[in-house]
């Protein structure tokens, strides 16, 4: 089983365009990484660097404490690239065992790992259709059943959920979840980011080549700082907010108050407070989804001209 991948300070440019502006990040197996960042943010260009089919014009990738010098290195990985790159006239059953055997397996162990991957993606039925009579979202999930044909241990994948119906996104969250829990090393790129809130343990958040946030979800969503309270008030008096520096109102409406509350303030003292004038309905802590840290990282990384 694989420790984790190391990406250290790993830089790019085509031409005079600089996409990767000095990476660092580590990704752990056994868990879900998610990498997200804007578009340009140079996700499938650090992909490609970590599959080592794009040379990196400086930094290094690590995995398990080893240094991986070619693409040599990285044969036994699953990867599915942001553009497709299936065989149309090929059937489903013979891409994924071509797939499988590209990367050693005996032809009977290709074509049981193919069955099953089928199955597992629910296009069992489809074993013997042509791959461009397949609709897009079912050519897709082809695409991700040719990416992990052969069982590999570390998987990259470049937007697997970018078109799917929200049964597929179900069954890929499940299928993915599946391999981390056997110790795969599973990063994807993403742009929904509800979904990888709900799915992933790990994030890299890249922007303009850069890191700008990483860790787990939970950590950074705690970390944030900015902690929400909500109240449903039977009282309208609003007084006793002032006595809380750095408490501000987000909204009020009829009887529900939100809240930020700053990192020095006990939440529960605000409560104590608002109890004090009134019976409380309801309320809850809430911290900020993955979207609001998204857009506070990406406005917040300075204005910087990537033309070098
Ligand atoms: N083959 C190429 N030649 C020149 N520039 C490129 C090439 N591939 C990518 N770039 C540039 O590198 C930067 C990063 O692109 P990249 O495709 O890595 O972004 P991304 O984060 O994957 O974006 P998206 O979310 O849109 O997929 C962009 O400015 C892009 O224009
Ligand atoms: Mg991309």
């Known amino acids: 089983m694989s420790d984790g991948l190391r990406v250290d300070r790993v830089v790019h440019a085509f031409g005079d365009r600089v996409a990767l502006d000095g990476v660092t990040c580590e990704v752990p197996a056994?868990?879900?990484t998610g990498l997200l960042g804007p578009n340009?943010?140079?996700?499938?260009?650090?992909?490609?660097?970590?599959?080592?089919?794009?040379?990196?014009?400086?930094?290094?990738?690590?995995?398990?404490?080893?240094?991986l010098e070619d693409v040599h290195d990285r044969r036994s990985w699953g990867y599915m690239p942001q553009e497709?790159?299936?065989?149309?006239?090929?059937?489903?059953?013979?891409?994924?065992?071509?797939?499988?055997?590209?990367?050693?397996?005996?032809?009977?162990?290709?074509?049981?790992?193919?069955?099953?991957l089928l199955e597992e993606l629910e296009l069992g039925d489809r074993w013997d259709e042509r791959t461009d009579r397949l609709?897009?979202?079912?050519?897709?999930?082809?695409q991700l059943a040719a990416a992990l044909a052969h069982g590999p241990e570390v998987v990259v994948l470049d937007e697997p959920f970018a078109g799917l119906d929200p049964v597929a996104v179900e069954q890929l969250s499940a299928m993915l979840r599946r391999r981390a829990d056997d110790g795969c090393l599973v990063l994807f790129s993403s742009h929904q980011l509800d979904l990888v809130q709900?799915?992933?343990?790990?994030?890299v958040m890249v922007d303009r080549g850069r890191t700008v946030l990483a860790g787990s979800v939970s950590g950074l969503r705690a970390a944030s700082g900015q902690r929400r309270l909500r109240l449903q008030l039977a009282s309208a008096q609003r007084g006793w907010v002032q006595a809380f520096e750095g408490v501000e109102v987000v909204s009020d409406h009829a009887d529900d108050l939100r809240l930020t509350v700053p990192p020095q303030v006990d939440p529960l003292r605000v409560l104590d407070?608002?109890?004090a004038c009134g019976p409380v309905l309801d309320f809850g802590l809430e911290l900020p989804t993955l979207s609001e840290l998204f857009l506070a990282a990406v406005s917040a990384?300075?204005?910087r001209e990537v033309v070098r």
């Open 30 to 32: 056994g868990r879900l």
């Open 40 to 67: 340009g943010a140079g996700k499938t260009t650090l992909m490609r660097i970590l599959l080592g089919v794009l040379p990196a014009d400086g930094g290094e990738v690590w995995l398990d404490g080893r240094r």
């Open 198 to 203: 709900d799915l992933c343990e790990d994030i």
């Open 301 to 303: 990384a300075p204005a």
């Open 273 to 275: 407070a608002a109890r």
């Open 84 to 116: 497709r790159g299936l065989y149309p006239a090929m059937t489903a059953g013979a891409q994924l065992v071509h797939f499988g055997r590209l990367h050693g397996l005996p032809r009977e162990e290709a074509t049981r790992r193919a069955r099953e």
């Open 135 to 142: 609709s897009g979202g079912m050519q897709q999930r082809l």
